[in-house]
């Protein structure tokens, strides 16, 4: 129970320094530790045959896969760091604790039927669903924004941990599968619009024309 | 008894830990660097000499080094090391402990605007500013401290309830440990915040106030700033490596051992770290908020 806690506690500590954080190879880098830390969750929550595999899977996908595409993807581009996020980074990081202390008020109030995992999950699934959607808002870089998604969708994924045996390892693998594609196809976006602008800022997509 | 030891173990170790921290970034540019009782001839070689005052100035510049050296002592009463009990426990001495560096603070930054020199009072806002991010952070550490151990007296929130908490709540530990380890650079003016080494910067905070103090005066100065760095470390130390009940002798060893292993960690931020700049660290300070307050949601959620 000790290592479980440490681990997630672990995990949303990562997701703050990612909110504070402006370079870009750094925060990927912070990312791949993060789902590190996070495939190791489902073998100390229920350990066995079908925990091992989702571990195995997330490993090769969000560890070693989707880093490597992202740093192809920064040296494709070429960028570096995020100039200008839409909220400075001490006000993200503010931000940060704020929804966090909403995300444990939230799950104090959650009325769950199982809670014999351990009462950090839920409250720190919670935190780095926030934490990744404030990623994805407060910065205006393509390729910061698909990590704020990301880290989002690993806070989901530690919110599924509640139900790891109950859910078939084919819902798990598609979802997997889904995010990849997803990763895959927005790389592919942003490839265009730094083709397109010469930079990979979303800002240029408000504009009707080019 | 108790008193006069925990004073001359405060007084004769404490320079010894800039020591190491010197040897520590000295091994990582590949020199040789000073030799590690370094800070100890620095410390004589001041004492030895006379003080220069400004005409300009008041008593309270004269006073100032003294207030310091005197709130750092005082604090040191109040933490156990090792093996040692605290001389002066009270109940709630935590605020005093907390006081006294404000106190300190304080006075520094009056003896600073007290030489009229514009480039002081500079470095005197600075150190105002990011003092005050950092005493929030201290405070909310010592909350949860309270909140784990159910007490207000500072040897006792460090000592054997805190330990026996480890087990239940482990990443409270980790969470606490990070953000108090920045509130330890932050007040010691160590490097991502402030760069002790350099004299002649626009950017220094700390060493800037002390320009004007000269000789005996500067001596003070700096053993002060040795003996709050040694306290302060040995907070950290004892949240870290909480007491037990063993020996007095393996107790004092292992909090030597683990002084020591603070200020090599200390070193290596230093050699691999550049200082941040001045708009960069209420940000990093705003990191160890956030973690200190997650830390203390996480006691909250255990109901403990």
Redesign the interface.
């Known amino acids: 129970m000790l290592w479980l806690d440490l681990a997630l506690i672990s995990i949303v500590f990562l997701g703050i320094v990612i909110l504070g954080n402006n370079r870009l190879r750094t925060t990927i880098q912070l990312f791949a530790l993060q789902s590190f830390i996070l495939s190791l969750v489902p073998l100390m929550v229920h350990p066995g045959v079908h925990a091992m595999i989702l571990s195995v899977g997330t490993f090769i996908l969000k560890v070693v896969i989707m880093p490597t595409l992202f740093f192809w993807a920064i040296r494709h581009v070429s960028i570096r760091r995020e100039a200008q996020p839409l909220i400075s980074y001490g006000k993200t990081l503010l931000l940060g604790g704020f929804l966090i202390g909403v995300a444990f008020l939230i799950s104090s109030r959650l009325d769950l039927p199982d809670k014999g995992i351990s009462n950090l999950l839920v409250p720190c699934a919670f935190s780095v669903i926030m934490i990744g959607f404030l990623l994805l808002v407060s910065r205006f870089k393509a390729i910061t924004q698909i990590i704020g998604y990301l880290v989002m969708e690993n806070g989901i994924f530690l919110f599924a941990q509640l139900l790891l045996e109950k859910t078939p390892l084919l819902v798990e693998m598609g979802i997997l599968l889904d995010i990849f594609v997803g990763v895959l196809v927005m790389g592919i976006v942003v490839n265009h619009i730094s083709q397109e602008f010469d930079s990979a800022s979303t800002v240029n997509l408000i504009n009707l024309r080019g | 008894m108790e008193i006069p030891l925990h004073i001359s173990i405060v007084l004769i170790f404490s320079p010894l830990l800039l020591g190491i921290i010197g040897k520590t970034k000295a091994f990582f540019a590949g020199r040789w660097g000073p030799p590690l009782l370094q800070p100890y001839y620095d410390i004589v070689k001041l004492f030895r000499k006379g003080s220069v005052y400004s005409t300009s100035t008041t008593w309270i510049f004269q006073a100032a080094p003294i207030v310091c050296m005197a709130a750092a002592l005082t604090s040191s009463m109040l933490m156990p090391m090792g093996g040692l009990k605290a001389p002066l426990p009270f109940w709630g001495d935590i605020l005093l402990f907390a006081g006294l560096y404000g106190l300190a603070r304080f006075i520094m930054i009056l003896a600073a605007l007290d030489t009229g020199s514009s480039f002081e009072g500079m470095g005197a806002s600075r150190e105002a500013t990011f003092s005050c991010l950092a005493e929030i952070v201290l405070f909310l550490d010592f909350i949860i401290m309270a909140l784990l151990t159910k007490k207000l007296v500072l040897s006792q929130m460090v000592g054997d309830v805190l330990s026996s908490s480890w087990?239940t709540?482990?990443?409270?530990f980790?969470?606490m440990g990070?953000s108090y380890y920045m509130v330890l650079l932050t007040e010691n003016a160590r490097i991502p915040v402030d760069d002790p080494a350099t004299h002649l910067e626009l950017t220094m905070i700390h060493e800037v106030m002390v320009l004007d103090h000269s000789g005996w005066d500067l001596g003070l100065i700096l053993y002060g700033s040795t003996v709050k760095l040694f306290v302060l470390g040995a907070l950290l130390i004892n949240i870290l490596l909480p007491s037990h009940n063993q020996s007095v002798l393996i107790q004092m060893v292992e909090f030597f051992v683990g002084m020591m292993v603070l200020a090599l960690s200390m070193g290596v931020v230093e050699s691999c770290m550049a200082r941040l700049r001045l708009n960069r660290i209420?940000?990093l300070l705003?990191?160890a908020?956030?973690?200190a307050?997650?830390g203390l949601?996480?006691v909250?959620?255990?109901g403990m």
Request: hydrophobic residues 70%.
């Open positions: 087990h709540a482990g990443a409270v980790l969470l990070g209420p940000q705003m990191v908020f956030v973690l307050l997650v949601l996480v909250l959620n255990k």
